[in-house]
């Protein structure tokens, strides 16, 4: 019942920017944290972003604050990912996924795939 469907990603080059989103149903969207996590090839997930329900508080990971940010909108059900100054190294699967560091990642998404190069 639960779909996380990402959608935004592709091929761009170093310092282009890219904004990902995940469409979420099956779930009361407006009650529920949301993250994108990624995972580049030979490594494991990488937290990006923390988001909670109402989207007043957000956090970013340190390899990607002051280039990264997240939001929502309630309204719609979508989490957003704008990527800009896009690196080499943040070539990854993004995906989408529920809760936070107290409840864990229920769900996730399939991903999008960004490829900076």
């Known amino acids: 019942h639960v779909q996380l469907v990402e959608s935004g990603g592709g091929l761009v080059q170093p310092g282009g920017s890219l904004r990902l989103s995940c469409a979420a149903s099956g779930f009361t969207f407006n009650n529920i944290a949301m993250n994108w996590i990624r995972q580049a090839p030979g490594k494991g997930p990488e937290w990006v972003g923390f988001?909670?329900?109402?989207?007043?508080?957000?956090y970013i990971a340190d390899s990607c604050k002051d280039r990264f940010t997240i939001a929502r909108d309630n309204a719609k059900n979508t989490l957003y990912l704008q990527m800009n100054s896009l690196k080499s190294e943040d070539t990854a699967l993004y995906h989408c996924?529920?809760?936070?560091?107290?409840?864990?990642?229920?769900?996730w998404g399939q991903g999008t795939q960004v490829t900076v190069s």
């Open positions: 996924a529920t809760g936070g560091p107290t409840t864990g990642h229920k769900y």
């Open positions: 988001i909670n329900s109402d989207g007043k508080d957000t």
